[in-house]
């Protein structure tokens, strides 16, 4: 029997090398076996039997074209994915981003918090799809104990709050034993002039860039800490990498890392409080009983984050709108 047709709208395709790109590539691989899957940025005209959109602003325009094509909703239903600045700015502010959340016929979260961001009549058609990532071969990587070394893994860019580990680096001027590298381009204005200027003037802050995946992966595992200071986030594909990694992490006080990292998770801080990011890097340093306690935390989470598991659940999504008849959740 033929296998049905499928559509991804992503607004961004490889050349973007983003979030997006990559849970679209992803979620293409993992329903391969069951479905013919089409990625695309801009949805004209077809015969797939189900959309997947993601971004409800950038993809209105794909998402209103299909409900055109089929406005009864009675024949090929429509899952719009949820991502940060959806979630917690544009559907506050943006009529198109609204529309697309009253197209849609199940909303895909990203984090265990997000339902709650939702307006109350909406919640009925959420459902919470934690993204996931392979854990390492090899393990968790033995870190060596001469020094911390912390990374950030974020362009550049405000929404990543750069400026929060910037200051916390300076903080930390006094302590050459604390190492703060930094991965990610600079998308936005002065940001590589000051990422340089810090360098110049703070030795244990490292700005290096743009790396590959493969290389960030590397860094992460042999991280003592990640950092993730980010002020809005749908559920960050990095965090979970070092989760999965067994590198714990300090992030920041938003739902899109609480979501992940669970609700009691204590490596967190104040968005945009650099002074307490920087206590809780002494700490990590200085107190022999935080990093194996985070790492304890951390570990009981990484089976959340399982692309077995993410897996299941985006079938099972799938199922229940190409066959209502299957029980919710079918991993058909």
Same mark, same amino acid.
């Given at each position: 029997?033929?296998?049905?047709?499928?559509?991804?709208?992503? =607004?961004?395709?490889?050349?973007?090398?983003?979030?997006? &790109?990559?849970?679209?590539?992803?979620?293409?691989?993992?329903?391969?076996?069951?479905?013919?899957?089409?990625?695309?940025?801009? &949805?004209e005209?077809?015969?797939?039997?189900?959309?997947?959109?993601? %971004?409800?602003?950038?993809?209105?325009?794909?998402?209103?074209?299909?409900?055109?094509a089929?406005?009864?909703?009675?024949?090929?239903?429509?899952?719009?994915?949820?991502? /940060?600045?959806?979630?917690?700015?544009?559907? !506050?502010?943006? $009529?198109?981003a #609204?529309?697309?959340?009253?197209?849609?016929?199940?909303?895909?979260?990203?984090?265990?918090?997000?339902?709650?961001?939702?307006?109350?009549?909406?919640?009925?058609?959420?459902?919470?799809?934690?993204?996931?990532?392979?854990?390492?071969?090899?393990?968790?990587?033995?870190?060596?104990?001469?020094?911390?070394?912390?990374?950030?893994?974020? %362009?550049? #860019?405000?929404?990543?709050? =750069?400026?929060t580990?910037?200051?916390?680096?300076?903080?930390l001027?006094?302590?050459?034993?604390?190492? !703060?590298?930094?991965?990610?381009?600079?998308?936005?204005?002065?940001?590589?002039?000051?990422?340089?200027?810090?360098?110049?003037?703070?030795?244990?802050?490292? &700005?290096?860039?743009?790396?590959?995946?493969?290389?960030?992966?590397?860094?992460?595992?042999?991280?003592?800490l990640?950092?993730?200071?980010?002020? !809005?986030?749908?559920?960050?594909?990095?965090?979970?990498?070092?989760?999965?990694?067994?590198?714990?992490?300090?992030?920041?006080?938003? $739902?899109?890392?609480?979501?992940?990292?669970?609700?009691?998770?204590?490596?967190?801080?104040?968005? /945009?409080?650099?002074?307490?990011?920087?206590?809780?890097?002494?700490?990590?340093?200085?107190?022999?009983?935080?990093?194996?306690?985070?790492q304890?935390?951390?570990?009981?989470?990484?089976?959340l984050?399982?692309?077995?598991?993410?897996?299941?659940?985006?079938?099972?999504?799938?199922?229940?709108?190409? %066959?209502p008849?299957?029980?919710?959740? $079918?991993?058909?």
């Amino acid at each position: 029997m033929s296998r049905p047709r499928l559509v991804i709208v992503t =607004p961004a395709l490889r050349g973007a090398n983003n979030g997006n &790109w990559q849970t679209a590539q992803r979620w293409a691989r993992m329903l391969a076996a069951d479905y013919r899957v089409a990625l695309t940025e801009h &949805w004209e005209g077809g015969d797939e039997a189900l959309m997947i959109a993601l %971004h409800a602003r950038r993809s209105a325009a794909s998402m209103r074209a299909w409900r055109e094509a089929d406005p009864a909703h009675a024949a090929r239903p429509l899952l719009l994915v949820l991502t /940060g600045t959806d979630l917690y700015q544009d559907i !506050l502010v943006d $009529d198109q981003a #609204r529309q697309s959340l009253a197209l849609a016929d199940r909303l895909v979260l990203l984090n265990e918090c997000a339902p709650q961001a939702l307006p109350e009549a909406l919640r009925a058609k959420a459902r919470v799809c934690l993204q996931s990532a392979p854990a390492l071969a090899a393990g968790p990587r033995p870190k060596t104990g001469r020094h911390l070394r912390a990374l950030m893994v974020g %362009h550049l #860019r405000a929404v990543k709050s =750069p400026a929060t580990y910037f200051e916390a680096a300076r903080l930390l001027a006094d302590r050459p034993d604390i190492r !703060l590298d930094h991965i990610g381009g600079a998308l936005e204005g002065e940001w590589a002039l000051q990422a340089q200027a810090l360098m110049a003037a703070q030795p244990g802050y490292r &700005w290096l860039g743009a790396l590959t995946h493969a290389a960030t992966r590397r860094r992460i595992r042999a991280a003592h800490l990640l950092v993730h200071p980010s002020l !809005l986030e749908g559920g960050a594909h990095v965090v979970i990498e070092a989760v999965r990694s067994g590198t714990p992490v300090l992030a920041s006080r938003i $739902d899109g890392n609480l979501g992940l990292l669970g609700a009691g998770y204590p490596g967190v801080f104040e968005p /945009g409080d650099a002074a307490e990011l920087a206590a809780l890097l002494r700490r990590a340093r200085d107190d022999a009983t935080m990093l194996p306690a985070l790492q304890r935390h951390c570990a009981r989470r990484a089976p959340l984050f399982a692309p077995e598991r993410e897996r299941q659940v985006l079938r099972g999504l799938v199922a229940e709108l190409l %066959h209502p008849d299957f029980p919710a959740g $079918d991993p058909r």
